[in-house]
T-cell receptor, first 114, second 114 residues
């Protein structure tokens, strides 16, 4: 069975600082992994996805994530945080068994301090 | 495309009443998902459909919940009778294609049962 674990339900960074949001996965098959962002009172929006091509995946808004099989990780990073990055971030893994269902982590709320 | 459309955006109802949430997926998508989001439990998959057929409803909390997808462009999630613990944000999402394709989310319906 597939699952993801997000370490840290809340992360605070200063504006301009590095953003690092952690995600570890568990999968019995090579995984497909996703990061979604949720702004207040909005639905989830895809930031980026890994589908077994390049291990370093670039997404929207300057975010990127690196797939590390040896560490079963897919951490999300951004070199310099902006105030507009304040949101909740979800890591997800695809189950690959039928309708492409996604299993989500518990989310990490990012606060950006001016 | 207008994206996944959910209605209503907000619903306040009294305990014991029937509630129906509606979803129009993105045209051409063949998978549809209903999620529930709460502070305590995060994002939970309730049910998903593939080609209008329910594939897995193991996430539906109890018999008070039911979902239908009469055609490729419409789905409903019904709660009867509603209870205060059903208060949550309900998201509909749709996707198309093989593994590794992302799900597109609607804006959600915020349900409050008083």
């Amino acid at each position: 069975a597939q699952s993801v674990t997000q370490l840290g339900s809340h992360v605070s960074v200063s504006e301009g600082a590095l953003v690092l949001l952690r995600c570890n996965y568990s999968s019995s098959v090579p995984p497909y992994l996703f990061w979604y962002v949720q702004y207040p009172n909005q639905g989830l929006q895809l930031l980026l996805k890994y589908t077994s091509a390049a291990t370093l995946v670039k997404g929207i808004n300057g975010f990127e994530a690196e797939f590390k099989k040896s560490e079963t990780s897919f951490h999300l990073t951004k070199p310099s945080a902006h105030m507009s990055d304040a949101a909740e971030y979800f890591c997800a893994v695809s189950d690959q068994t039928g309708a492409n269902n996604l299993f989500f982590g518990t989310g990490t709320r990012l606060t950006v301090i001016p | 495309d207008a994206g996944v459309i959910q209605s209503p955006r907000h619903e306040v109802t009294e305990m014991g009443q029937e509630v129906t949430l509606r979803c129009k997926p993105i045209s051409g998508h063949n998978s549809l998902f209903w999620y529930r989001q709460t502070m305590m439990r995060g994002l939970e998959l309730l049910i998903y459909f593939n080609n209008n057929v329910p594939i897995d409803d193991s996430g539906m909390p109890e018999d008070r919940f039911s979902a239908k997808m009469p055609n490729a462009s419409f789905s409903t999630l019904k709660i009867q009778p509603s209870e205060p613990r059903d208060s949550a944000v309900y998201f509909c999402a749709s996707s198309f294609g093989p593994f590794g394709t992302e799900a597109f989310f609607g804006q959600g319906t915020r349900l409050t049962v008083v």
